[in-house]
């Protein structure tokens, strides 16, 4: 298992871009299952943009919805959801 509570200094913040956050263009969001979740850690440490923190909440206001979280998810405890506008 992956502790997140150490600093880790190679990890990205997330901020905001020159177009702002997210926004509206997201088509995908990550819905975590907590009941299939085994806490790995494993979504935070592959997240391109750092947004899922140690206790594995996702910050939608940077998240980009690529889906890597839920590529690399061993539990398949993460799945995308179609963004409803």
Same mark, same amino acid.
Request: proline share 5%.
């Given at each position: 298992?992956? !502790?997140?509570?150490?600093?880790?200094? #190679?990890?990205? +913040?997330?901020? @905001? *871009?020159? #177009? *702002?956050? %997210? &926004?509206?263009?997201?088509?995908?969001?990550?819905? +975590?299952?907590?009941?299939?979740?085994?806490? =790995? *850690?494993?979504?935070?440490?592959?997240?391109?943009? &750092?947004?899922? !923190?140690?206790?594995?909440?996702? !910050?939608? @206001?940077? =998240?980009? *919805?690529? &889906?890597? =979280? #839920?590529?690399? =998810?061993?539990?398949?405890?993460? %799945?995308?959801?179609? @963004?409803?506008?």
């Amino acid at each position: 298992m992956i !502790d997140l509570s150490k600093e880790r200094l #190679a990890m990205s +913040v997330p901020g @905001e *871009g020159a #177009a *702002g956050k %997210t &926004g509206s263009w997201r088509v995908f969001r990550p819905v +975590v299952d907590r009941e299939k979740c085994n806490a =790995c *850690g494993l979504c935070a440490l592959y997240c391109p943009e &750092g947004v899922i !923190d140690a206790d594995l909440n996702v !910050d939608l @206001e940077y =998240c980009k *919805g690529c &889906g890597i =979280c #839920a590529n690399e =998810c061993p539990k398949k405890a993460i %799945t995308m959801v179609r @963004e409803v506008r």
